[in-house]
Structure formats: C-alpha cells, structure tokens
C-alpha cells in the first residue's frame, strides 16, 4: 500500500457565511479584496448579504460578477481587468464551480502576474509562485470545487483544459447551507448527483485509499438520504445543510482518489450537447453502474451496499435500477437520448472518453468497445 494525502484547505462550517469571511479577512488591508460572483448569484440576493457584511467591516472590495457557466481564458482575464492598478491581497470566491475555478485561476494569476494560463494549462509553464490566498463560498452542494487543487477553464477557443497543481487548493472555503436554501430544485437535483457520482467514482476508483473511502462513504450515506430532502423542500435548512457538507466531503474523495468512467464519458457528451454537467454524469450513472457491477470487489461492495441504504442481500447488479429509482425521484431522465444524444454519434464521444485520465483509475477497465457499448446501454 503506498498513497499520500494532502488537503491544505481550512474548512469552516458555518451558520453565517458572512461573519465568518470578515473574521477570515481580519488580516487583510480594507481595500485588498477581489469578490468574484455571478450575475445569477447577485439577482438571488445571496451577494448582497455577504458584501453588505464587508462593507460594514469598512472592506471596499471590488466586486466582478460577469463570470458564465464554463467559462474561459478570456473570463477569467476580464476578471483581472477590473483590478486597474489596486494592490489585491485576498481573492473571495461566492458561487458555483465555475466562479470557484475562475478564482482559482485568478487567484494563480495575481500571484504571479508573469503567467499567462493558457500556457500553464498546456504545461508550457510551470507555476513557481503561490498564488493569492482565495476564500471559496460554494452556493451549490455539487462540484466540490472549494476543496479540489484542480481549476477547471476552457482555453482560449473554449476547450476545457484542468489545471491541477497543489497551488489550486483554496486557503480556505466557507460551506453555509443558508445560500442554498433558494437554489431552484432543477440545479438542486443536477448539482447533487453531480456530487454523488464524485463519491462513488472516488469509492470505486482504482486509486481509491483508506481515508479517501471515509470521506466518499460519508458523503454517498449524506447524499442518498437528503438530497431527495433537498429538492422536495428546499426550504429545508437541515437538508441543505447536509448537502452541502456531503458535496464537500465527496469533493475531498474524487480530489484524492480520482474520478471514473462516468466522468471520463460525460466530457465529450457535454461538450458535445452543451449539456449541464451536473445532469451529464447523471443519466450516464445507470449505464456505467452496470458496465462496472461485475468488477466490484465483494468486501468494497458491502461498504457501497450500506453506504447506498441498500438490502443486505442486494448484489451489485441492482446499480442500474438503484441510480433509475433515484433519477426518477428528482425527475430527472434516464436515458441518454432523452438529453440528445444521437447513436451516430457515440462513436466519436467514445474515443474522446478513451483519452480522459481518470478512465484509467475506473474500477472495471474500459476500453473504446467498452465506452460505446456503455453510451448504447444508456441510450
Ligand atoms: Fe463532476
């Protein structure tokens, strides 16, 4: 057995997201914080409880909100623009992924104004510098974006490039289920089975260890018992507030276990369909779950039989209908073609898949046949 493990990020817990960022910004000047959101997050009105707070502790941060889902280079450069010569210290992050990842990036960029991303993501650069510290606030409970050293950016022509470097690891994330509470039950139900399957790919990863399996077992055992909670009554703070600490917790496996064919094939079918990727990796679980059931070690299927609150006597084979069962519940579909995709062009999707990293690290080799009979499986 040989593995490490390494996860930096102060974690907080918090019933006041707000009070808690002022008192994590208690060292920094007044006017060295760069607050990243998006305009959704601003119309909630989820931003202005949190910069109300800062400006009541006389911080006068500069506040970028034009940050897209899947964003690129050239959003994460608009981001620095805004700063016009100030002296930034700290960058806050109050979002989903995609504001998270911008920060990440950011947060690398001002602390070394020498790169240029494009080339840190193609590894033509090394990154030398810490970056900036950035303070993360998830408002999904999915990506798990706060707690990963990965920044996921498209490049310049918009192709989805991951940098993965410790220095992407935030100094700090502030999970508060309260900023959930109006997250509309559609997202509710895309971002938590987003954060599911991170819990069971990273169980079930080749790379998997002990302590990653406690993080992804908990998490599975959190996600299955609220997150229907969650998107029935999301008004429910304890639902919330468990989601958000399950998506976290699943956020930590996958960071150190890696991730699986769900994942692997659900990156070419997104960008293929411009799909969420929330409800990408959700209609591709039952399929997948079915391709890995009969490489699932005995003694690892128990730990994921009880973690998934399933019979004593269920064998691996009852995933596919397990996943089913859940998809329906959140009305969710569960059939690839029910999210566009064609039979033509499975071939294509399949080959892309073949070349993800973490396909590698799936319980159950798969090969290109093997990824295209998974996506006719799942059609
Ligand atoms: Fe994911």
Redesign the pocket.
Known sequence: MSFSFYFPTKLIFSEDAATDLVQELASAPKDGVLFLTDKGIIQAGIATKVLDKLKQASFQPIVFDDIPGNPNVPDVKKALSVIEGRQITHVVALGGGSVLDVAKAVGLLLGDPELDYEEVQWRRQPIKKAPLPVIGIPTTAG?GSEVTHVAVVGDSKGFKMGVLNPAMFMKCAIIDGNLMLSLPPQLTATTGM?AL??SIEAFLSKKANNISDLYALSAIRGIVKWLPEAYKNGANLEARQQMAMAATLAGISFDQSSLGLV?ALAGPLCGTYHLH?GLG?AVLLPATLEFDAPAIPTERWDLLRDALALPADAKPEVLGDFARDLLKTLDMPTHLSEVGLEAEKIPAIAETATRMAMIGFNVRSAGLEDCQQVLEAGL
């Open positions: 990506t987003d399957v991170h994942h990727h990796v």
